[in-house]
């Protein structure tokens, strides 16, 4: 289910990781409706984004 606010987050005892490439939007006149400043706009086109996951072993 898509959430809009951390708060909204119910714990559910299991861990959930959003990983992003990029992020359009920020750096806006006001946060109501306006589009953001060219400077931080994201042309469309295709992206690409590459990432790994590896286990953190931990000694006890």
């Not at 750096?27 to 992206?47: F, K």
């Amino acid at each position: 289910e898509y959430v809009r606010h951390p708060g909204d987050l119910v714990p559910d005892g299991r861990t959930h990781v959003h990983i992003e490439s990029a992020q359009s939007g920020l750096g806006c006149v006001n946060s109501w409706g306006r589009l953001p400043l060219p400077q931080y706009r994201m042309p469309y086109r295709d992206y690409v984004f590459n990432f790994m996951l590896k286990p953190v072993l931990t000694r006890e």
